[in-house]
């Protein structure tokens, strides 16, 4: 064998391993990006958030009590003292509870109008939405609503690039997810570890991410990988 054709091998053998100890990488990296079991957070709410009230009269409909009906299935935003207003049965302080706990202190106060009150309270969460969104603004959301739901929501977006380039914003501090899996896997706002107060920024301009790096890398290489080992293959014969 001549030493043009020992040069050629050992440059191809040399490439395949830097590939693969690539390959070996990005998917290390992946791995990491996973989520871990985590104990399920809880959602305290304070002001700018709102809950939706959902209240009956032990197994009765609503509509049986007139009273009750009122109050059923109703937004209140919280106020900057941290309270909600139940129309005529005044103000309540419901900032830093969870929605079970509120739900508790409502069923209290509608006790005298009702036999059995049950009570129901969904969280409803600032989250602001900038950028290349169909109707960007402010939102209050269920963080149980599915990603793609909420994109749904604000009006779509200009594309799906988009997507890979988006992040949040939390107090100043730039979080990255995978966007792209949560669109299409309608992963929920409560999964992504979504937060009251945060903003979600769909920007113009794509962020190159290492995961799209990887992937035209990979695919560039198996392109030149199967030229490589073809013309290899040619001169051997």
Known sequence: MSDNKLYRKSYFYKLLLIVAVFMAF?????????????????????????????????????EKNKFISNFHDQEFIIDGNGEIRLFSLGKVKVAGMTADQIAQELQQKFKPFAKNPMVIVIPL???????????????????????????????GLSG???????????????????????????TSLYELG???????????????????????????????????TAKNYSANR
């Not at 959602?43 to 958030?49: A, N």
């Not at 169909?134 to 929501?153: A, Q």
């Open 26 to 62: 990005s998917a290390a990296s992946f791995a990491q990006d996973e989520p871990s079991e985590e104990k399920p957070r809880e959602i305290k709410l304070g002001p700018g958030d709102a809950i939706r009230v959902l209240v009956y009269d032990g197994v009765l409909p609503t």
């Open 125 to 155: 969460v600032r989250i602001i939405l900038r950028g290349e969104f169909g109707r960007p603004g402010m939102y209050r959301f269920n963080l149980d609503i599915s990603f793609w739901d909420m994109v749904k929501e604000a009006g």
């Open 194 to 228: 979504i937060q009251s107060g945060d903003e979600i920024i769909a920007p113009r301009v794509n962020r190159l991410t290492f995961t799209a790096v990887s992937r035209y890398f990979q695919f560039v290489m198996s392109i030149l990988i199967f030229y490589l």
């Open 160 to 186: 799906l690039s988009t997507v890979e380039s988006m992040f949040m914003v939390r107090k100043d501090e730039i979080i990255y997810k995978d966007f792209i899996s949560a669109l299409y896997n309608a």
